[in-house]
């Protein structure tokens, strides 16, 4: 079936540096989505890209859909504490989740 | 408050046992998923409804089963429980349709299996 990877897994950085995590799928995907998800907390959408090498930004964060429609990619500019959580990447119909990469941002 | 509601929030129960987990979508919201996530895990897709059928389904065990009533709440039954079912499960809703779009998501019910 379907499965959607995602890494990394972990990624800690200093307050100021960039932060990307990726997204690859096994088949092509309709759709992708990106939710974030405090600690403690529940999913929050973020984005949703349907288009081949689609690009959206979103203040500091910048999503990108691969041509192929298998890859996304999450980045943020200049991290900042609020940052810190957890990023999903979601795919196709069934909206099956990456297993996510944890963001600390260290002050 | 993204207007789904999923009740108990808490739920510690001994092993062997069955527990109902409730879930009511924003109010408009034709589709209803159920996720799991477990410790340090991501979120595993069990299945899904929209509008009373059932659309899709995921790894969702034999002991565990789902329904989507007329008004469109949503419960999912776990039964013989063991151990490794505590985790945290989520409902989400959309509007549905293809894409999916945007998944609003519960607070969550913590399962604890004792």
């Known amino acids: 079936g379907q499965q959607v990877m995602q890494i990394p897994q972990y990624q800690h950085v200093q307050e100021g540096e960039d932060f990307t995590t990726y997204c690859n799928s096994s088949?092509?995907?309709?759709?992708i989505q990106w939710y974030k998800q405090r600690p403690g907390g529940h999913p929050v959408f973020l984005i949703q890209l349907v288009k081949s090498g689609e690009v959206k930004k979103q203040k500091r964060l910048t999503f990108q859909f691969g041509e192929a429609k298998k890859n996304s990619s999450l980045h943020i500019t200049a991290t900042q504490t609020t940052d810190v959580g957890t990023y999903f990447c979601?795919?196709?119909?069934?909206?099956?989740f990456g297993q996510g990469t944890e963001l600390s941002v260290k002050p | 408050d993204s207007g789904v509601t999923q009740t108990p929030k808490h739920l510690i129960t001994a092993t062997g046992q069955r527990v109902t987990l409730r879930c009511s979508p924003r109010s408009g919201d034709l589709s209803v998923y159920w996720y799991q996530q477990s410790l340090d895990q991501g979120l595993q897709f069990l299945i899904q409804?929209?509008?009373?059928?059932?659309?899709a389904k995921g790894n969702i065990l034999e002991r565990f089963s789902a329904q989507q009533f007329p008004d469109l709440h949503s419960e999912l039954n776990l039964s013989s429980l063991e151990l490794g079912d505590s985790a945290l499960y989520f409902c989400?809703?959309?509007?549905?349709?293809?894409?999916?779009?945007?998944?609003?998501f519960g607070e969550g019910s913590r399962l604890t299996v004792l």
């Open positions: 088949t092509t995907l309709s759709n």
């Open positions: 979601a795919g196709g119909g069934k909206l099956i």
């Open positions: 989400a809703s959309s509007v549905g349709g293809s894409p999916p779009g945007e998944l609003f």
């Open positions: 409804y929209y509008n009373g059928e059932e659309r």
